[in-house]
């Protein structure tokens, strides 16, 4: 299906008014395809270990 010209624009707009938005589902739908599709068993092990201490410094912050 194609994207119609308006449409173009309108996400064109939308993008360069929400930069840090469009990074910050950029960066999360990454982080997610990682951990379903390429995570090894390490991997996943360190991420574990990474949101713990997220978690963490959010709580104490």
């Given at each position: 299906?194609?994207?119609?010209?308006?449409?173009?624009?309108?996400?064109?707009?939308?993008?360069?008014?929400?930069?840090?938005?469009?990074?910050?589902?950029n960066?999360?739908?990454?982080?997610?395809?990682?951990?379903?599709?390429?995570?090894?068993?390490?991997?996943?092990?360190?991420?574990?270990?990474?949101?713990?201490d997220?978690?963490?410094?959010l709580?104490?912050?």
């Open positions: 299906m194609a994207v119609t010209e308006s449409k173009k624009k309108a996400n064109l707009k939308w993008d360069n008014a929400n930069k840090e938005r469009k990074q910050y589902l960066r999360r739908s990454t982080c997610r395809n990682f951990i379903k599709k390429l995570a090894t068993l390490e991997d996943l092990e360190e991420i574990e270990q990474l949101l713990q997220r978690k963490n410094m709580e104490n912050s």
